[in-house]
């Protein structure tokens, strides 16, 4: 025969010299009976527990010599047809708790969830595929997966209008340093590498949310398509529903923080005034004159293009 399951790690075989059963929920505690219904060993302790709690008090137990001396066919050996409880790893979920909206195992229920009107899930998972509770839980994907569509829209969008600025920003730098090219050669790489370092730093950021929308649409899909694969197995479509939900859960919570954070930084050229006097001004550069030394205008010029010229002011920065 296969090994126990629940038994916390014990070979029980048909012939073994240790034909002692052991409580599945229990550490190298002796079975005390045998549940017909969950197909579980109790000790006494657990058979007390299970005679009390409303969706168990009701099952009928074997104790004594009438107990199975080993591991019935269908009482769990067979685990690919078993959903673990993520908490007690030798244990099936098989009980839903209305109270907390949680499922689990024997264990979970007997030691949480004592005083909860708990639900066996074999009794209510038939129906659960045409039920409200599911079929809103498809409208949910359907409507999450539009809503990340959207903001792959807004995203491609803010991305157009990231370059659509910096080109602009660029071609009025470009159509200022024409008027005063002399002064205008260093000056305009700085300005041309603040500007794409603030363009890549905007397209990197909205890149970066736009992989994070699609790896979550992926997600969506896989968590969807996964739901799907179970609709033929009631037990595991109400699990599975339970198990989509939660995730679903945080996966609206990333796409809220990801429209939050969708959004493009504008910034402009703001034209140094001073610059701009000169220009206006046929003789503000200077005039060639006879007279030597006569060069303060041309120093000036030169002093506040390096000190203030062509100031970026971010709106949003």
Request: glycine share 4%; with cysteine; hydrophobic share 30%.
């Amino acid at each position: 025969m296969g090994e126990v399951g629940g038994a916390k790690g014990r070979s029980i075989t048909s012939g073994s010299a240790d034909d002692q059963m052991y409580c599945h929920l229990c550490t190298d505690v002796k079975a005390n009976a045998w549940c017909l219904v969950c197909k579980f060993y109790l000790c006494a302790t657990c058979e007390g527990h299970h005679k009390k709690i409303p969706t168990t008090k009701d099952h009928r137990l074997l104790s004594g010599p009438r107990m199975p001396s080993f591991y019935p066919p269908g009482s769990g050996s067979n685990t690919e047809d078993i959903q673990i409880c993520p908490d007690h790893q030798q244990e099936e979920i098989k009980f839903y708790c209305p109270t907390h909206d949680s499922i689990g195992c024997v264990a979970c229920h007997t030691l949480k969830h004592a005083t909860c009107a708990k639900q066996y899930i074999p009794d209510i998972s038939a129906k659960f595929k045409s039920s409200t509770d599911y079929k809103n839980l498809t409208a949910e994907f359907q409507a999450t997966d539009k809503n990340a569509s959207k903001h792959l829209q807004e995203i491609d969008r803010c991305l157009q209008e990231v370059d659509k600025l910096s080109i602009s920003e660029i071609n009025k730098l470009q159509q200022f340093k024409a008027l005063i090219i002399a002064y205008l050669d260093q000056r305009e790489q700085e300005l041309l590498t603040e500007i794409k370092k603030r363009r890549d730093l905007d397209t990197a950021a909205l890149e970066q949310l736009q992989t994070e929308t699609k790896a979550l649409q992926s997600n969506l899909d896989k968590a969807h398509k996964n739901l799907k694969t179970h609709e033929s197995n009631s037990n595991h479509l109400f699990i599975a529903a339970k198990k989509a939900q939660a995730m679903l859960n945080q996966l609206q919570g990333s796409l809220d923080d990801i429209k939050h954070k969708t959004q493009v930084r504008p910034y402009t050229l703001q034209k140094d005034p001073l610059v701009e006097t000169l220009l206006q001004n046929k003789d503000g550069v200077g005039t060639i004159v006879s007279t030597a030394g006569n060069d303060k205008l041309e120093s000036l010029c030169k002093t506040r293009l390096q000190e203030r010229a062509l100031i970026y002011t971010p709106s949003l920065w």
